[in-house]
């Protein structure tokens, strides 16, 4: 980039590379050197005699053209392209292209891709990643060479945001842009380009700060941002308060922040704005680092964030949102007394304080009821005294046989609750069904249904009773 700058180097050991259609032909074994390997030259040895074959050239070159127009999806990387060839002959030639990958070849210049593309008249795929290219500099040059692309990758190859609003002039009905890797760190807004983009990734450039994102929040149908190893610290939406949704990325279902520096749960909270988001990846974060236990932590941000459905690639079963929101009502309950919180909803007041720290707090209020004065003593230390919950087990088909009443450790799977009732109860090798009775919600039964789980993960305390049936 810069204006003197440069390397010596012997010409004999430079590679100047070879034209788009060149590289196509090597790649594809479709150049005359295969040709004469494998005897489809003009002539043919018989024993000791030489047979020649008048016409061959042209039906070999024939059968080439018609192998070349077949192929729709072509990959050249690393073939050491440089330029476009003759005008047209890539037309004539490959006329049904529509996909391409033109990653790690030597293209210096983004006029180079135009040439190429302009002849690809239904080109919808274009990767031209790992190529350092210069990139125009005004809006002045225009060309429709991309008129019917969907999908392009411009990872590490130098461009800058405000070359890319320049360039995006000619990328009508593009849904997909790849811009990682570039160096950039300042965003602009897009005005009236980029507005078909459902997908943006932008990982791997160090942004100056989360405000940066603003100035995209506008994109109406963007579905999908990766903003992965960027440097954000903090995610804001100023235009919504506690429990609104902020009109910034109206359709944004998916988002990747993992790899940063968001060391507030703050941001997590504000996360919970975005009126479409489904599918969230924020590991490798220092706000992750404030809980040592995996599963609480997870709990945590399903509790926060409340049409969340995928979180680091794991979905979210029903089961799971409502245990994680319930633990979330019940670990933050005394604090939100403290806060001015009350179970009558005139006197609750809780400060502006702690509905910052915690905007879902009162919605989750609504949903399950206040917290009651028994679900906010103290956490003990976690001790396994501690740790164990005193069931009844019951038989309701079976009234002979007695309850039974057991300690068992709330970090005990159900799988393994079932071994243990099979020789406690002495019963057959049949499968057993669990569910479970709160001793403050009578006659509520809930289904212990998934053996791997803990039986913390279905709020089970002491006191409640299990019911076995087989």
């Not at 440069?6 to 590679?15: C, E, H, T």
């Not at 609104?244 to 922040?257: D, E, G, Q, V």
């Not at 569910?435 to 009578?442: D, F, G, R, T, V």
Request: net charge neutral.
């Amino acid at each position: 980039r810069h204006p003197k700058g440069g390397s010596f180097i012997r010409p004999n050991k430079a590679n100047f590379g070879v034209d788009f259609l060149t590289a196509v032909k090597d790649r594809y074994g479709l150049n005359d050197k295969q040709d004469l390997q494998y005897g489809t030259g003009t002539t043919v040895v018989f024993g000791k005699k030489t047979v020649e074959f008048v016409g061959m050239d042209s039906v070999a070159e024939q059968q080439r053209q018609v192998q070349l127009n077949k192929l729709v999806d072509i990959s050249v990387r690393e073939c050491a392209v440089s330029h476009a060839g003759q005008e047209e002959e890539i037309s004539r030639t490959c006329a049904n292209m529509r996909h391409i990958n033109l990653s790690k070849n030597l293209i210096s210049s983004w006029e180079t891709i135009i040439a190429i593309a302009s002849q690809v008249q239904n080109l919808e795929t274009l990767n031209v990643s790992e190529n350092k290219m210069r990139f125009p500099s005004t809006s002045t040059f225009k060309s429709s060479a991309f008129s019917n692309l969907k999908i392009l990758a411009l990872n590490q190859t130098g461009i800058t945001w405000t070359e890319v609003l320049l360039c995006a002039q000619g990328w009508p009905v593009l849904e997909e842009l790849y811009l990682s890797s570039n160096n950039i760190t300042v965003l602009e807004r897009p005005g009236t380009v980029l507005q078909t983009l459902k997908l943006l990734d932008l990982s791997d450039n160090q942004l100056l700060d989360g405000n940066q994102l603003h100035l995209i929040a506008q994109l109406p149908r963007l579905q999908q941002l990766i903003l992965r190893n960027t440097g954000i610290s903090s995610i804001h939406f100023p235009d919504a308060g506690f429990g609104c949704k902020t009109k910034m990325f109206p359709s944004l279902k998916r988002l990747a922040i993992n790899d940063n520096k968001i060391s507030q749960w703050s941001s997590i909270n504000e996360l919970d704005k975005l009126p479409s988001l489904r599918a969230l990846q924020c590991s490798n974060n220092p706000f992750m680092d404030t809980e040592k236990n995996p599963e609480t932590l997870i709990q945590l941000i399903i509790a926060k964030i409340s049409q969340l459905e995928v979180l680091n690639n794991c979905e979210i079963l029903p089961a799971e949102r409502r245990g994680a929101e319930l633990d979330y009502r019940k670990i933050f309950g005394k604090d939100w007394l403290e806060a001015g919180g009350h179970w009558n909803p005139e006197k609750n007041k809780p400060s502006e304080e702690f509905l910052a720290a915690h905007p879902r707090y009162p919605a989750l209020c609504l949903k399950y009821g206040a917290p009651e004065e028994g679900e906010l003593k103290g956490q003990q230390p976690l001790t396994l005294k501690n740790q164990l919950l005193t069931l009844t087990i019951k038989c309701p088909e079976k009234p002979e046989q007695k309850p039974v009443e057991k300690k068992l450790p709330e970090s005990m799977t159900i799988q393994k609750v079932k071994g243990l009732l099979y020789r406690l109860l002495k019963i057959p090798g049949s499968e057993l069904k669990l569910s479970y009775e709160s001793s403050k919600l009578e006659g509520k039964e809930v289904e212990l249904d998934n053996d791997l789980k803990p039986l913390q993960f279905y709020s089970i305390e002491s006191g409640d009773c299990v019911l076995v049936r087989w």
